[in-house]
């Protein structure tokens, strides 16, 4: 039976997420993304944690999902993440969602049709997941988070997305420790199918007295 989308369903998986979440430090951000996904109603939800991460963003993102019925997948970056992000959302009492152990490239290749991803700051993936995003035919809305991190230092979409897209609005969100959100749209004058990061082999230094990240052709 195929579950349609209501209003009222999008405001039960915010409460249910405020209510899971809210004996839970640092869960805003959660709250936020859940309503996000509630107003956007994607199809495929993705997002990558990083180990040591708080577990509140995979939680509203699993109520989210239940609520409309859209398919929740996870990427983690190894056995020891896998483990840690499993017994964490078992803890909370939540779902375990699809788990996906590959590297940027071979895990973004099994997931076509993107609408909603989420992406820790802290991956040291992060630029190449949403490099080799395959986007869905209206769109998706893209959110880093931890982006007062200095690894997020220099981040800019457009560079991450390449020819292959466009953004159409963006912003940056002072909610747990900031949240970089954007709109993108495919951009079908474009004949490419890999970012302008993947067709190009791009050098990131982080100049560890000022935090600045430098990036580079090589």
């Not at 996904?37 to 995979?58: D, F, M, N, Q, Y």
């Not at 964490?88 to 993107?114: D, F, R």
């Not at 474009?190 to 302008?196: D, E, L, N």
């Amino acid at each position: 039976m195929k579950l349609v989308w209501s209003p009222e369903m999008a405001l039960e998986a915010f409460i249910e997420t405020v209510k899971t979440c809210k004996n839970i430090q640092e869960s805003d951000d959660a709250e936020m993304i859940s309503a996000m996904v509630g107003g956007w109603k994607p199809r495929l939800i993705v997002e990558a944690w990083a180990s040591g991460g708080e577990i509140t963003t995979s939680i509203g993102l699993e109520i989210a999902a239940r609520h409309l019925g859209a398919r929740h997948v996870c990427i983690v970056e190894n056995e020891n993440s896998r483990s840690e992000y499993v017994a964490a959302m078992i803890n909370h009492g939540s779902q375990v969602p699809e788990l996906v152990m590959e590297e940027a490239k071979e895990a973004m290749a099994t997931l076509q049709e993107v609408e909603f991803m989420v992406v820790d700051g802290r991956c040291k993936d992060l630029y190449k997941l949403f490099g080799f995003i395959e986007l869905s035919h209206r769109g998706a809305v893209l959110v880093c988070k931890n982006t007062m991190q200095r690894y997020t230092v220099g981040f800019h979409w457009d560079f991450l997305i390449g020819e292959k897209a466009r953004v159409t609005k963006s912003t940056i969100i002072p909610v747990g420790q900031g949240l970089n959100i954007a709109y993108v749209k495919k951009n079908l004058k474009s004949r490419k199918s890999t970012s302008k990061y993947c067709s190009s082999r791009w050098i990131t230094r982080i100049d560890e007295k000022t935090g600045e990240e430098h990036i580079f052709r090589g």
